[in-house]
Nanobody, 118 residues
Framework: VQLQACGGGLVQAGGSLRLSCAAS????????VGWYRQAPGKQREVVAR???????NYADSVKGRFTISRDNAKNTVYLQMSSLEPEDTAVYYC?????????????WGQGTQVTVSS
Protein backbone atom coordinates (compact mmCIF):
# COMPACT_ATOMS: atom_id res chain seq x y z
CA VAL A 1 0.00 0.00 0.00
CA GLN A 2 1.33 3.42 -0.98
CA LEU A 3 -0.13 6.60 0.45
CA GLN A 4 0.16 10.09 -1.00
CA ALA A 5 -0.96 12.92 1.22
CA CYS A 6 -1.46 16.53 0.24
CA GLY A 7 -3.36 19.65 1.19
CA GLY A 8 -1.29 21.12 3.98
CA GLY A 9 -0.23 24.72 4.11
CA LEU A 10 -0.21 27.95 6.05
CA VAL A 11 -3.52 29.33 7.30
CA GLN A 12 -4.62 31.92 9.82
CA ALA A 13 -6.37 30.93 13.00
CA GLY A 14 -10.02 30.34 12.35
CA GLY A 15 -9.38 29.23 8.81
CA SER A 16 -9.91 25.90 7.10
CA LEU A 17 -7.91 23.31 5.19
CA ARG A 18 -8.71 19.98 3.63
CA LEU A 19 -6.15 17.21 3.59
CA SER A 20 -6.33 14.36 1.12
CA CYS A 21 -4.66 10.98 1.13
CA ALA A 22 -4.80 8.73 -1.91
CA ALA A 23 -4.02 5.05 -1.56
CA SER A 24 -2.67 2.76 -4.23
CA UNK A 25 -1.30 -0.75 -4.43
CA UNK A 26 -2.75 -3.83 -2.80
CA UNK A 27 -5.75 -2.23 -1.18
CA UNK A 28 -7.78 -4.90 0.52
CA UNK A 29 -8.72 -5.94 4.01
CA UNK A 30 -8.44 -2.38 5.27
CA UNK A 31 -9.42 -2.28 8.93
CA UNK A 32 -9.11 1.46 9.38
CA VAL A 33 -7.79 4.63 7.82
CA GLY A 34 -6.89 7.70 9.75
CA TRP A 35 -4.96 10.87 10.26
CA TYR A 36 -2.28 11.42 12.87
CA ARG A 37 -0.18 14.45 13.64
CA GLN A 38 3.12 15.24 15.24
CA ALA A 39 4.05 18.65 16.55
CA PRO A 40 7.69 19.58 17.26
CA GLY A 41 8.89 17.95 20.44
CA LYS A 42 5.74 15.91 20.85
CA GLN A 43 4.73 12.35 20.16
CA ARG A 44 2.60 11.43 17.19
CA GLU A 45 -1.05 11.40 18.13
CA VAL A 46 -4.22 10.20 16.50
CA VAL A 47 -6.46 12.93 15.12
CA ALA A 48 -9.29 11.01 13.48
CA ARG A 49 -10.00 7.51 12.25
CA UNK A 50 -12.65 5.83 10.19
CA UNK A 51 -13.12 2.10 10.49
CA UNK A 52 -14.18 -0.40 7.87
CA UNK A 53 -17.79 -0.33 9.05
CA UNK A 54 -17.93 3.44 8.78
CA UNK A 55 -17.54 4.28 12.45
CA UNK A 56 -15.42 7.33 13.17
CA ASN A 57 -13.62 8.62 16.19
CA TYR A 58 -11.79 11.84 16.91
CA ALA A 59 -9.33 13.24 19.37
CA ASP A 60 -11.11 15.36 21.94
CA SER A 61 -9.13 18.40 20.84
CA VAL A 62 -10.59 18.33 17.32
CA LYS A 63 -14.15 17.16 17.92
CA GLY A 64 -16.62 19.48 16.27
CA ARG A 65 -13.92 21.10 14.15
CA PHE A 66 -12.49 18.28 12.03
CA THR A 67 -14.32 15.75 9.87
CA ILE A 68 -12.84 12.60 8.38
CA SER A 69 -14.41 11.05 5.32
CA ARG A 70 -13.52 8.64 2.57
CA ASP A 71 -14.30 8.08 -1.07
CA ASN A 72 -13.98 4.36 -1.73
CA ALA A 73 -14.25 4.80 -5.48
CA LYS A 74 -11.17 7.04 -5.41
CA ASN A 75 -9.38 5.16 -2.62
CA THR A 76 -9.00 8.50 -0.91
CA VAL A 77 -9.52 9.67 2.64
CA TYR A 78 -10.03 13.31 3.55
CA LEU A 79 -9.67 15.42 6.65
CA GLN A 80 -11.68 18.61 6.60
CA MET A 81 -10.28 20.97 9.22
CA SER A 82 -12.20 24.06 10.30
CA SER A 83 -11.78 26.66 13.01
CA LEU A 84 -8.08 25.93 13.01
CA GLU A 85 -6.04 26.93 16.02
CA PRO A 86 -2.30 27.52 16.41
CA GLU A 87 -2.24 24.33 18.51
CA ASP A 88 -3.19 22.38 15.37
CA THR A 89 0.19 23.19 13.85
CA ALA A 90 1.92 19.89 13.11
CA VAL A 91 2.94 17.47 10.41
CA TYR A 92 -0.12 15.43 9.51
CA TYR A 93 0.23 11.81 8.43
CA CYS A 94 -2.34 9.53 6.91
CA UNK A 95 -2.38 5.92 8.02
CA UNK A 96 -3.87 2.69 6.78
CA UNK A 97 -4.24 -0.40 8.94
CA UNK A 98 -4.45 -3.54 6.87
CA UNK A 99 -5.55 -6.81 8.44
CA UNK A 100 -3.91 -9.87 6.92
CA UNK A 101 -4.10 -13.29 8.58
CA UNK A 102 -4.90 -11.77 11.98
CA UNK A 103 -1.91 -9.41 11.74
CA UNK A 104 -2.33 -5.64 11.43
CA UNK A 105 0.07 -3.89 9.09
CA UNK A 106 0.55 -0.12 9.33
CA UNK A 107 1.23 2.04 6.29
CA TRP A 108 2.06 5.74 6.48
CA GLY A 109 1.96 8.63 4.07
CA GLN A 110 4.87 11.03 3.80
CA GLY A 111 3.34 13.73 5.98
CA THR A 112 2.07 17.16 5.11
CA GLN A 113 2.80 20.30 7.11
CA VAL A 114 -0.06 22.32 8.55
CA THR A 115 0.85 25.67 10.07
CA VAL A 116 -1.75 27.84 11.77
CA SER A 117 -0.73 31.41 12.53
CA SER A 118 -2.27 33.42 15.32
Amino acid sequence: VQLQACGGGLVQAGGSLRLSCAASGSISSIAAVGWYRQAPGKQREVVARIFSGGTTNYADSVKGRFTISRDNAKNTVYLQMSSLEPEDTAVYYCNVKQLVALTVYDYWGQGTQVTVSS
